[in-house]
């Protein structure tokens, strides 16, 4: 037997130690954060009931919102998503139950503002927004925005406005955050199956509850790729993703019959039991009984749903790429007159540019509607002598010229100077860090220059630089590097010349002689 290694070895012991042990640990720690930035509108909420006008210090609005979500999640449908006036109607038992002493008008008012909260209904975009923190490959901190929604408006048949709940707040629901929906449909249906038959009916109606919000979710993934297909067949993967994705969805759906089918047998014997039983549990097993059968149902329901929206998603796919490749195609850009026009029609003699301008100006100027001749002004024309004019005509006014003051911030030479630094060869991109730290040995203004022109060259204008002759231009792309530089933050921009095709401009110059 080899003896170990002795531990001085090691030369991560007197190294620097990571935050976290690793990527996946790191990604762990992210899904926990953005499952409690998930849950924090709901605890905004009874932060903020202080600020309702009236007594509502009695009122759980943590309570109501998840209510709210539970309901809206089990009412919409595939196509169209629940109706708000009868969430409303249906909060307001709960929120009754809390303050009953309260009146009505005031139960209504809190379903309506904890309804309108979970829409967020003040903000833009209606969606909430969380910064958390992660650490990259090279072990620095950065922060990260979390955009999500809980329940967002969507449009219906008719113009009328439904609820529809998202993966976020489903998430909420059954307390985790980007479950694999598949592993978790099955391990809740198993743990359904074993609590059932261990007779434990109130832990069965929990774990099937959780199992009715995960095939939800898989109705909702096919519905928002039928939906991206309706708008734009090329932005789905029709080839291997979606197909894939349809094959798993239909073994899904048989092999959950199979066991929706085995549980209603597990439930029934239940019942049977409670009934044959005389002790003081047989009302409660009696009632959890039907419950499960009521909730098993409607997955079955459910089910049955997502398997004829499945079978109906290959036909659907066919069609759209039908009636989008014999659509009528998208208006043009408008007329570059510098690049199309101008450019190609200045080398030409005088006899060919003249056809071209003659052609373009006919055609682009336009109808003129003639005036209409009355014999009244005919008359009032032809009588009215001619008014005596100067032989120079009326004298011109003396202009007041007034110098304008010269208010650019930066001068001819610093404009001159930037645009030196920023004439890279096209082989050797730089950092823009670099750039900065080379234009203030320079100039203390300089930098803020060189930084404008980066960022501008970071959505290079390539269609006008090509029609206008362009034979390079400036460029500017992110890798995700962050900028370290005193004076400015963001990220360490990669700048670089591209050269532009001068054949293809020299060819299209041609056609459009």
């Given at each position: 037997?080899?003896?170990?290694?002795?531990?001085?070895?090691?030369?991560?012991?007197?190294?620097?130690?990571?935050?976290?042990?690793?990527?996946?640990?790191?990604?762990?720690?992210?899904?926990?954060l953005r499952a409690?930035?998930?849950?924090?509108?709901?605890?905004?909420?009874?932060?903020?009931?202080?600020?309702?006008a009236?007594?509502?210090?009695?009122?759980?609005?943590?309570e109501?919102?998840l209510?709210?979500?539970?309901l809206?999640?089990?009412?919409?449908d595939?196509?169209?998503?629940?109706d708000?006036?009868?969430?409303?109607?249906?909060?307001?038992?709960?929120v009754?139950?809390?303050?009953?002493?309260?009146?009505?008008?005031?139960?209504?008012?809190?379903?309506?503002?904890?309804?309108?909260?979970?829409?967020?209904?003040?903000?833009?975009d209606?969606?909430?927004?969380?910064?958390?923190?992660?650490?990259?490959?090279?072990?620095?901190?950065?922060?990260?925005?979390?955009?999500?929604?809980?329940?967002?408006?969507?449009?219906?048949?008719?113009?009328?406005?439904?609820?529809?709940t998202?993966?976020e707040?489903?998430?909420?629901?059954?307390?985790?955050?980007?479950?694999?929906?598949?592993?978790?449909?099955?391990?809740?249906?198993?743990?359904?199956?074993?609590?059932?038959?261990?007779?434990?009916?109130?832990?069965?109606?929990?774990?099937?509850?959780?199992?009715r919000?995960?095939?939800?979710?898989?109705?909702?993934?096919?519905?928002?790729t039928?939906?991206?297909?309706?708008?734009?067949?090329r932005?789905?993967?029709w080839?291997?993703?979606?197909?894939?994705?349809?094959?798993e969805?239909?073994?899904?759906?048989?092999?959950?019959?199979?066991?929706?089918?085995?549980?209603?047998?597990?439930?029934?014997?239940?019942?049977?039991?409670?009934?044959?039983?005389?002790?003081?549990?047989?009302?409660?097993?009696?009632?959890?009984?039907?419950?499960?059968?009521?909730?098993?149902?409607?997955?079955?329901?459910r089910?049955?749903?997502?398997?004829?929206?499945?079978?109906?998603?290959?036909?659907?796919?066919?069609?759209?790429?039908?009636?989008?490749?014999?659509a009528?195609?998208?208006?043009?850009?408008?007329?570059?007159?510098?690049?199309?026009l101008?450019?190609?029609?200045?080398?030409?003699?005088?006899?060919?540019?003249?056809?071209?301008?003659?052609?373009?100006?006919?055609?682009?100027t336009?109808?003129?509607?003639?005036?209409?001749?009355?014999?009244?002004?005919?008359?009032?024309?032809?009588?009215?002598?001619?008014?005596?004019?100067?032989?120079?005509?009326?004298?011109?006014?003396?202009?007041?010229?007034?110098?304008?003051?010269?208010?650019?911030?930066?001068?001819?030479?610093?404009?001159?100077?930037?645009?030196?630094?920023?004439?890279?060869?096209?082989?050797a991109?730089?950092?823009?860090?670099?750039?900065?730290?080379?234009a203030?040995?320079?100039?203390?203004?300089?930098?803020?220059?060189?930084?404008?022109?980066?960022?501008?060259?970071?959505?290079?204008?390539?269609?006008t630089?090509?029609?206008?002759?362009?034979?390079?231009?400036?460029?500017?792309?992110?890798?995700?590097?962050?900028?370290?530089?005193?004076?400015?933050?963001?990220?360490d921009?990669?700048v670089?010349?591209?050269?532009?095709?001068?054949?293809?401009?020299?060819?299209?110059?041609?056609?459009?002689?």
């Amino acid at each position: 037997m080899t003896s170990p290694a002795p531990a001085t070895a090691s030369p991560q012991l007197n190294g620097p130690s990571r935050p976290a042990p690793g990527p996946a640990a790191d990604e762990g720690l992210a899904r926990r954060l953005r499952a409690l930035a998930c849950t924090a509108p709901l605890h905004d909420l009874d932060a903020r009931k202080a600020n309702l006008a009236g007594e509502y210090g009695g009122y759980a609005m943590a309570e109501v919102a998840l209510a709210a979500i539970d309901l809206v999640t089990l009412n919409m449908d595939f196509d169209t998503g629940a109706d708000h006036e009868q969430i409303v109607s249906r909060l307001l038992p709960r929120v009754a139950a809390q303050a009953p002493d309260r009146p009505h008008g005031e139960h209504e008012r809190v379903a309506r503002w904890v309804l309108e909260n979970l829409i967020n209904v003040g903000s833009v975009d209606r969606g909430f927004r969380a910064v958390y923190g992660t650490f990259g490959p090279d072990g620095a901190y950065v922060r990260r925005d979390y955009d999500f929604k809980l329940i967002e408006e969507v449009p219906g048949p008719g113009g009328a406005v439904f609820l529809r709940t998202t993966d976020e707040a489903v998430n909420v629901l059954v307390g985790a955050l980007d479950t694999d929906v598949t592993s978790a449909q099955i391990a809740a249906e198993v743990k359904l199956e074993v609590l059932i038959s261990r007779g434990r009916l109130a832990d069965a109606q929990l774990a099937a509850e959780q199992a009715r919000y995960r095939t939800v979710q898989y109705a909702e993934t096919l519905r928002k790729t039928l939906d991206a297909t309706r708008r734009n067949v090329r932005a789905v993967d029709w080839l291997k993703t979606v197909p894939d994705m349809i094959a798993e969805a239909l073994d899904h759906v048989a092999d959950r019959y199979r066991h929706e089918n085995a549980i209603l047998t597990n439930i029934r014997k239940a019942r049977d039991e409670a009934e044959a039983a005389v002790d003081s549990k047989t009302a409660e097993h009696k009632r959890r009984a039907a419950e499960l059968v009521d909730i098993v149902k409607d997955c079955i329901r459910r089910h049955t749903q997502l398997q004829s929206r499945l079978l109906e998603a290959g036909p659907l796919f066919r069609a759209e790429q039908d009636r989008q490749a014999f659509a009528t195609p998208a208006a043009h850009s408008g007329l570059d007159l510098y690049g199309q026009l101008l450019a190609p029609v200045l080398p030409l003699p005088v006899e060919q540019a003249a056809r071209v301008t003659d052609a373009f100006f006919a055609e682009g100027t336009g109808l003129r509607t003639p005036v209409s001749v009355r014999v009244a002004d005919l008359v009032d024309i032809l009588l009215t002598p001619p008014a005596e004019r100067e032989h120079l005509g009326a004298e011109m006014p003396e202009p007041d010229l007034v110098e304008t003051p010269d208010d650019s911030r930066f001068s001819e030479e610093q404009l001159a100077s930037a645009m030196e630094l920023l004439t890279l060869p096209p082989d050797a991109p730089r950092r823009l860090s670099g750039l900065l730290a080379e234009a203030r040995r320079r100039d203390p203004e300089l930098p803020y220059l060189v930084a404008l022109l980066a960022v501008h060259a970071a959505s290079p204008p390539v269609g006008t630089a090509y029609r206008q002759g362009e034979r390079s231009l400036l460029f500017a792309v992110d890798d995700g590097t962050q900028l370290d530089d005193v004076e400015f933050g963001g990220a360490d921009l990669i700048v670089g010349t591209a050269l532009l095709d001068a054949a293809g401009m020299a060819a299209d110059r041609s056609e459009a002689t």
